[in-house]
């Protein structure tokens, strides 16, 4: 698998063993863990690494992305499937190298993983829950056709500090 964005040198494809270096190097960053939710260790290890690829590997029916820019690794997005009663819905959750920051990435990424879910994935509901001290990914998700739909007051507790977060949403239908 292999997606387009409309960034000509970013594309999203499938992860493997060989992006396990980059992986470790990028994502032991503390401004990028402090603003994942938990599930995104740190510090991140080899084994981190290591599992993730795994786990990335044999999701379905979630996807989860490499972003690859100009042929390196720039991280990753991907979308959880609910399940049950809420199989219609997926959690849309990405992250760059912070060397990749404020170059339009994510915003790529975001819409061509958009554009897939609705070209081949059963979900009608994506939703993002972004931390409140995090503009721009809120940015990120409103230039990708989201919109702010509630706040979960201090539903966060990360980084030593109770936070609120913001849940931005996209309803296929509604576009
Ligand atoms: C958040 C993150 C994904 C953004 O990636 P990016 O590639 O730098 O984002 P883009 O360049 O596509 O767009 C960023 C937008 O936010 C805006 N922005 C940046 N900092 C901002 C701030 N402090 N306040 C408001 N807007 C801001 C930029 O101006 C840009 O908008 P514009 O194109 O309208 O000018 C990246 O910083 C990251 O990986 N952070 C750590 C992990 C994370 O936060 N993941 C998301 C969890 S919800």
Redesign the pocket.
């Known amino acids: 698998m292999r997606i387009p964005t409309t960034l000509g040198s970013a594309v999203l494809r499938l992860w493997n063993a060989k992006d396990k270096r980059e992986l470790v190097i990028q994502g032991n960053d503390r401004a ?1 863990w402090r ?2 939710l938990s599930g995104f260790p740190h510090p991140y290890t080899e084994d981190d690494a290591a599992s993730w690829v795994d786990f990335a590997s044999n999701c379905y029916p979630s996807i989860h992305l490499c972003i690859e820019v100009n042929g390196a690794v720039a991280d990753g997005i991907g979308i959880i499937a609910g399940t049950g009663t809420e199989q219609k819905t997926g959690q849309l ?4 190298g912070r060397a ?8 790529a990424a975001a819409q061509a993983m958009v554009a897939h879910a609705d070209r081949s994935l059963p979900v009608v509901r994506l939703q ?1 829950p ?1 931390l409140a001290w ?4 809120m ?2 998700l409103e ?1 990708a056709g989201f919109y702010r739909e509630s706040v979960l007051r201090k539903s966060v507790f990360k980084d030593g500090e109770l936070i609120d977060s913001v849940m931005y949403v996209r309803v296929r239908d509604d576009t």
């Open positions: 990028v603003n994942l959750g990405y992250w760059l990749y920051w404020g170059q339009g990435v994510a915003t993002a972004v995090n503009p721009a990914s940015r990120v230039k």
